[in-house]
C-alpha cells in the first residue's frame, strides 16, 4: 500500500514538472513570437529538461533539505519568535517571506560572481547567451539548491505560514521563466524596484556581469550600488561568456562552444 503511495506520488511529481514546462510554453512561446527581442532563441530540448527536472523533483530535493534543516535550526531560536510570526496576517507573513528570499538570492548571486569557488557552479547559467523562456533553469543541482534553499529556510524557521511559502516559491518560479523569456520588456522606472527581463539580458552580457543580481525585487541592485538599466547597445547581442570549471567541458561538447579561459 505504501509502495503505492509512493509510486502515485512520484507521478504526480513527474506531471508536475511537465505541467510547468507546459504552462511556460503556452504563455511565453507565443509572447516572444509577437514580441521578440533579439536573436532568434528558441526553447533547446536540454533547457526542457531542466526545467521540468527543477521544477519536479528538484523542488522536492530542495523542500526536503529545508525542511530538515529547518527543523534542526529552529530549536536555536526562541519559541516566542515564531509565535509572535504566526499570530501576524497573512500577507505580512508572505512580504516578510519574500523579502527574505530575495536578500538571500541577491547576496547569494553577486557572492556566485565573486567567490571562484562558487563560480565554478553558477558560470553553467552563465553559458546562456541566448535569452529564451526554456533556458531559465540551466542551473549546475549545486547552484539551484544553494540559491532555492538559502531563500525559503529563514522563512521555515521562523514558522511563517506554509501556504506563503509555497505561493513565494511558485512567484519566483515563474518570475525567472518571464526574466530569461526573449522579450523586450522593461517597466522604466519601474525597473528600480522590479526586475524586468531587459534588465536580467544585461547580467548575462560580459559586460554586465557584475550587475543586476536581484530575481524579483531589482530595488536590492538599486540600493546594493548594481543596477545597471539596458542600453540600446548591450541589449543587441549577447555575445559568448567565458567559463571555467567543471562543467566547462561538458557544456563545450554540448553544441555550446565556450572557452574556458577565465581564472
Ligand atoms: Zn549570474
Ligand atoms: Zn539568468
Not at 514538472?17 to 526553447?43: C, D, M, Q
Not at 535550526?73 to 515564531?82: E, I, K, V
Not at 567565458?242 to 553544441?255: F, K, L
Request: aromatic share 14%; charged share 15%; net charge negative.
Amino acid at each position: 500500500m505504501q509502495s503505492q503511495n509512493l509510486l502515485r506520488l512520484s507521478i504526480e511529481i513527474f506531471g508536475s514538472g511537465l505541467f510547468f514546462v507546459a504552462f511556460s510554453a503556452l504563455i511565453f512561446w507565443p509572447l516572444e513570437e509577437i514580441f521578440e527581442g533579439e536573436g532568434a532563441a528558441r526553447p533547446k530540448l536540454k533547457d526542457l529538461a531542466y526545467l521540468w527536472f527543477y521544477q519536479s523533483y528538484g523542488l522536492w530535493i530542495a523542500a526536503g533539505i529545508v525542511y530538515e534543516v529547518a527543523f534542526l535550526l529552529r530549536g536555536l531560536l526562541p519559541h516566542s519568535w515564531s509565535a509572535t510570526v504566526q499570530h501576524q496576517p497573512f500577507w505580512l507573513q508572505a512580504t516578510a517571506a519574500l523579502l527574505m528570499a530575495e536578500i538571500w538570492v541577491y547576496t547569494a548571486h553577486r557572492l556566485s560572481h565573486k567567490s571562484s569557488f562558487l563560480w565554478k557552479f553558477h558560470s553553467v547559467h552563465h553559458t546562456v547567451t541566448e535569452m529564451t523562456w526554456s533556458a531559465s533553469s540551466r542551473q549546475h543541482p549545486v547552484d539551484f539548491l544553494f540559491i532555492i534553499v538559502g531563500a525559503n529556510l529563514p522563512a521555515l524557521m521562523l514558522g511563517i505560514d506554509l501556504r506563503s511559502i509555497g505561493l513565494l516559491v511558485l512567484l519566483e518560479r515563474v518570475y525567472t521563466v518571464l526574466l530569461h523569456s526573449n522579450l523586450k520588456l522593461d517597466w522604466g522606472w519601474f525597473s528600480k524596484v522590479f526586475a524586468s527581463p531587459s534588465l536580467h539580458r544585461v547580467h548575462h552580457l560580459p559586460s554586465g556581469n557584475d550587475k543586476n543580481y536581484a530575481g524579483i525585487l531589482s530595488l536590492l541592485d538599486t540600493l546594493g550600488n548594481t543596477y545597471q538599466p539596458p542600453a540600446p547597445h548591450e541589449v543587441a547581442k549577447l555575445a559568448p561568456n567565458t567559463i571555467p570549471g567543471i562543467w566547462a567541458e561538458a557544456c563545450e561538447d554540448a553544441e555550446l562552444g565556450f572557452k574556458t579561459d577565465r581564472s
